[in-house]
């Protein structure tokens, strides 16, 4: 972040061109001045413009990956149960890498660490994640069997919603109706793309249930090439409910009925909402998404803050909401 910091003051001071340097710097780029000069059309290619895609995502290549249930079927704090067909963590403090899981893996231990693991799973969950707390998933796909009826429900989810300190991080993400669904922790530099869709799905890249915990969403690729429902949603939907202190910053994203869903449905009150430095896609839809780039964010509530976030295919700012 530091980084980030230092290459946006530099370009604001300067006023100039965008070096090369600054490429790598989604949030920077975003908030660059009229006067310089920035990559457009960055969907096409995310990663040569910094944001995360393919390249940069998921289990890194010629990893050697055993398979569950055919190579192994447990190991320190964890087993596969065969009736379930869904492996078990249930060990605090461990860590699962070089694994093929082809089935969900369910976390119910706290300091967990997922890391260079496949997971590709249907039915409801891909990763799901019981009252844990400090588990960290990176470096990692997490996708469902395809793009229809094989799709997973949520990718990654914090089943009852309790879960804390979570860090979400450098995972491929796809073929999902929900790919990441929490209320707070950090989600950073993932690569969400490709949902599937059963008829009746209402599909998200990001949800949040509508809370007041922190959520920070930086840095990340989400690209729903549906018309509906949203790439990022802070949905405080029950009536009279609140959603304050999130965070969505520096991310290139796109597709969905509307891009960001920001929390003000039903009169609901908002606050420290800041959505700023974001690039949005038109890969799909001139308006980013299906009706626009954004809907029920209020830019008026207290703490509430849209800046820097620009259109990709020109680099031109878009007006608060």
């Not at 920077?28 to 390249?55: E, F, K, Q, R, V």
Request: glycine share 12%.
């Amino acid at each position: 972040m530091n980084a980030i910091r230092a290459a946006a003051a530099a370009l604001t001071a300067a006023a100039a061109t965008v070096t090369a340097a600054a490429l790598s710097c989604p949030a920077a780029l975003a908030s660059t001045t009229a006067a310089a000069t920035i990559p457009l059309n960055c969907a096409a290619s995310p990663h040569t413009c910094g944001y995360p895609d393919a390249t940069s995502t998921g289990v890194p290549a010629g990893t050697t990956l055993k398979t569950v249930p055919a190579q192994v079927t447990s190991g320190t704090g964890w087993t596969y149960n065969p009736t379930q067909n869904t492996v078990e963590v249930s060990g605090d403090g461990v860590t699962l890498s070089g694994l093929k899981i082809n089935c969900n893996l369910d976390i119910s231990a706290d300091n967990v660490t997922i890391n260079d693991v496949q997971v590709t799973a249907s039915g409801n969950f891909g990763i799901s994640l019981r009252h844990t707390s400090g588990v960290t998933i990176e470096n990692s796909a997490i996708a469902g069997q395809n793009t229809t009826t094989g799709r997973v429900g949520a990718a990654i989810t914090d089943v009852y919603g309790d879960s804390a300190g979570m860090t979400i991080k450098n995972n491929n993400i796809s073929a999902f109706k929900t790919g990441i669904q929490v209320s707070t922790g950090t989600i950073t530099g993932n690569y969400l793309h490709d949902p599937g869709y059963v008829p009746g799905d209402h599909t998200n890249g990001i949800f949040d249930a509508g809370t007041t915990q922190p959520l920070s969403i930086t840095g990340n690729t989400i690209l729903n090439s549906l018309g509906q429902t949203d790439a990022i949603s802070l949905d405080a939907s029950a009536a009279g409910s609140a959603i304050s202190n999130k965070t969505v910053q520096g991310n290139l994203i796109g597709g969905g009925g509307y891009s960001i869903y920001g929390g003000a449905s039903l009169s609901n009150t908002t606050s420290s909402i800041l959505i700023e430095n974001n690039r949005f896609a038109q890969a799909y839809y001139p308006a980013s998404g299906q009706y626009g780039p954004v809907s029920y964010y209020n830019s008026a509530d207290p703490g509430n803050t849209w800046t820097g976030n620009i259109w990709d295919t020109t680099g031109a700012t878009i007006p608060a909401p």
